[in-house]
């Protein structure tokens, strides 16, 4: 095929709706899923897609979730946990969700310094995993009371739970579980005793055991065995969810520990479940697992989810997100209901009412409206709904009705606020490389679209120095590029009408293993990244991420 390279600079663009202003409105929903579950519960969940994905993550024995920043991790448990407060979920009658992001930052923190120099591993994790577990039993305590005391519950065994809860300051009163964390407590017993002290290891393991008696007194333990005895003859379970961290530092022995620990108390807690009813959930970004240890990966083994979002999937998020924003607007949203729009051919026909089926790409090539949209993003809700929050504030500015939307809009709206989302992309990596950012900037700026590694390589050299001082190698750049989905590998290249061309590429946030390359590979750039990085894209063809197998009937692609 004959390339034809042409800017996609923003400020070279000749746009016909857009005019350099533009504020994105949360018309299509808050991109945090935290912010919109507590401001809308009942709104979040009827625009919830029930996936696959999420009926696995359900299964008592996927005990770890894996998934990129923004893909849904923390909609699921707020979901999981919403179903359990209704009383809509039969695995579980309780549930309580705690945030790494509380407890993380602090038990690593507590680990790294003096004295804990002379602490082998072992002896950091063990400690780590019996505050983990404390946590999560404690939660579990909380999750049952703060259900029971609506309810009204006259249990004896409940009532001693109560007074454990009260004496560590968990339950004031019936209004607020809350006033002190199981979280800080936990921290705060280690923090005191290391206060006391001055650093030798001898002290040092005496101030280890205080906290462990200080957490596990006689009167948790009387607590933790009443709670048990509640949910044995209720006949009722609880689970604990664990949401993502959102930042990690892969080469830091110290967030390693504080991992494996954390991983060491689920699996734990998953042993024990049968006899204590007590379940536990924890999420971690799946952009951390490809640094895990080789002990860390063995211990996932068999109870490892990872949330892959397929087109359908995708179909139906835009559709219910849709319908709900028309169902607030007062424009008629046609036939169909919540639960039906997660019916794929439903949500596909839906979306047709208020789109048109194809546009003519700027590239002048035609394609499926829907593929375009989504081809643009990595595949994760939370980009999808900052593209359409932007894509509908663009039709808003220029009074195109939203039931209609028009071809160039889409086009436009899909393009102009690409950073946005690429922004996201390696923002995760800052906290392993400090200059990730500029690093990406320095090598893809105003690059072509279609290249060789040698071509990356050959651009790295004017990155020495950043690189050098991120502690990088051009292996380790080069992979920081595939994880983020900046690149992908071209799969097949097919001809269409008017000496044009479909590319499609396979990139590595669309699989559950790592791409590797090599010098004999034709590499893509992702065309979320085109206009953030001034990219030269071929004016002859079109990128679009390769379909997996179970996705290529779904789509309906040019050929």
């Not at 005895?229 to 022995?253: A, G």
């Not at 606020?417 to 906290?431: C, M, P």
């Not at 990356?456 to 502690?471: A, F, G, W």
Request: glycine share 4%; proline share 3%; with cysteine.
């Amino acid at each position: 095929m004959t390339r034809n390279f042409i800017s996609t600079a923003r400020s070279e663009q000749s746009y016909k709706l857009y005019n350099g202003n533009l504020f994105p409105r949360k018309q299509f929903g808050d991109a945090d899923a935290k912010i919109e579950w507590v401001h809308d519960l009942s709104q979040s969940y009827h625009t919830f897609v029930h996936t696959e994905s999420y009926d696995i993550f359900k299964e008592k024995s996927a005990l770890f979730i894996l998934g990129r920043r923004g893909t849904g991790k923390t909609a699921m448990m707020r979901m999981l946990d919403y179903e359990i407060s209704k009383n809509k979920n039969l695995s579980y009658s309780y549930s309580k969700i705690i945030l790494q992001e509380e407890i993380f930052p602090k038990l690593t923190s507590s680990i790294r310094g003096e004295a804990f120099s002379n602490s082998s591993r072992d002896e950091l994790r063990d400690m780590i995993k019996d505050k983990w577990d404390w946590i999560i039993s404690t939660s579990a305590m909380i999750a049952v009371c703060r259900k029971e005391v609506v309810n009204g519950s006259s249990s004896e065994s409940l009532k001693k739970v109560y007074k454990f809860l009260d004496s560590q300051n968990l339950l004031p009163d019936e209004h607020d579980f809350d006033l002190e964390s199981p979280l800080l407590i936990a921290w705060n017993t280690l923090e005191n005793e290391l206060n006391q002290i001055d650093y030798n290891p001898v002290k040092v393991t005496l101030a280890v055991t205080r906290t462990m008696r200080g957490l596990f007194t006689p009167t948790f333990k009387e607590a933790r065995k009443e709670l048990m005895t509640f949910l044995s003859q209720t006949v009722r379970n609880v689970i604990i969810l664990i949401d993502s961290k959102e930042t990690y530092k892969y080469d830091d022995e110290k967030s390693d520990v504080v991992v494996s620990a954390l991983m060491e108390a689920v699996l734990d807690v998953y042993a024990r479940a049968p006899k204590t009813r007590i379940y536990a959930k924890v999420a971690f970004p799946s952009e951390m697992y490809p640094h895990f240890t080789t002990e860390n990966k063995g211990k996932t083994v068999g109870k490892t989810h990872f949330i892959m979002w397929r087109y359908k999937d995708i179909i139906s998020l835009i559709a219910k997100r849709y319908y709900n924003m028309l169902h607030e607007s007062g424009v008629p949203n046609g036939k169909y209901g919540f639960r039906e729009l997660d019916d794929f051919k439903k949500a596909k026909n839906f979306l047709s009412e208020i789109f048109p089926l194809r546009i003519e790409t700027f590239s002048g090539i035609s394609f499926d409206t829907m593929s375009y949209i989504i081809g643009h993003t990595q595949k994760k809700p939370r980009q999808i709904i900052q593209m359409f929050n932007i894509l509908l504030t663009l039709a808003k500015k220029n009074n195109i009705p939203i039931n209609n939307v028009s071809e160039i809009c889409i086009k436009e709206g899909v393009n102009i606020k690409l950073e946005v989302l690429t922004e996201e992309a390696y923002d995760i990596y800052k906290d392993i490389f400090p200059d990730a950012d500029k690093i990406i900037m320095k090598t893809f700026k105003n690059s072509i679209n279609i290249l060789k590694l040698n071509d990356i390589h050959l651009k790295l050299k004017e990155s020495s120095d950043l690189i050098k001082r991120n502690n990088m190698d051009r292996e380790r750049a080069t992979r920081l590029f595939l994880e983020c989905g900046i690149i992908g590998v071209l799969k097949s290249e097919e001809a269409l009408l008017e000496k044009k061309s479909l590319i499609k590429a396979k990139f590595e946030y669309q699989i559950k293993d790592v791409i590797t390359i090599n010098n004999n590979d034709t590499l893509v750039i992702h065309p979320m990244f085109y206009q953030p990085l001034g990219i030269l894209a071929d004016n002859n063809s079109i990128v679009h991420p390769m379909p997996t197998e179970d996705e290529r009937e779904e789509q309906e692609l040019l050929v």
